[in-house]
């Protein structure tokens, strides 16, 4: 199947919306959050859009992990 470029559009809207989207779950546990978190930058990748910096994703990454259980983390984070 040969992609047009609507088609890329598309999948590359997709794949931010996944990344963006990429919060923890409740119940999720960390390793499990930060497999998924890995497996949205590199979609990111795969279709050929913008990838945050590494700096970013680490911001990223503990701004949307569950706040009932990384609060603490999460505001020591901003802090800095």
């Known amino acids: 199947m040969v992609s047009t470029h609507g088609d890329l559009e598309a999948m590359k809207a997709q794949a931010r919306d996944v990344y963006y989207g990429c919060k923890q779950d409740a ?13 949205a930058v590199q979609v990111l990748k795969e279709v050929g859009e913008t990838v945050p910096s590494n700096v970013q994703q680490a911001h990223d990454f503990i701004r949307w992990l569950d706040r009932a259980r990384f609060s603490q983390l999460q505001c020591s984070w901003k802090m800095k």
């Open 27 to 39: 119940t999720e546990s960390i390793s499990n959050y930060k497999i998924r978190f890995e497996q």
